[in-house]
């Protein structure tokens, strides 16, 4: 019987020091608003990188352009509602979309993002500076990737 001698496998962690992270634009008026925040969501996260790895915050920046002109299907801009409490007794808040596009565009996506994000310690980072919403056109100034 003849042995073989076996190697160790030398595996890579991802880190954060050195890494590269990619501008990544979405424009909101070519598709709806769950496929939309799903990207995104994806995109901040990482998970399009060959080296994801979850405890470890390696996604990119993502802008979206066009909130004003969000699609949705069916009937949900007459019936879909977000809902908000105050901590109070009775203090429960409902909003439906159609009066908060009209208040702010940009807080439907935000809030889909958000909400498909893990809820962990990377989740305030991801979305306050790695994620850039814009009603109309933006003036960054940055090589910026089509991620449609």
Known sequence: MSEKILKPIKTTR???????RTWY???ASKEPLGRLATKAARLLMGKNRADFS????MGGMVVII???QTVLT???FERKNYFFHSGYPGGLKIRSYKEQY???PTKPIYLAIKRMLPKNRH???RMNNRLFIFSENHNLKVKLIPAN
Do not use: E, H, M, S
């Open 123 to 125: 989740q305030d980072i």
């Open 74 to 76: 069916g009937r949900k």
């Open 54 to 57: 979850p405890d470890v915050d």
């Open 66 to 68: 066009n909130a004003k």
């Open 25 to 27: 634009l979405l424009d």
């Open 102 to 104: 009209q208040i702010d």
């Open 14 to 20: 991802p880190t954060k020091i050195g890494l590269q």
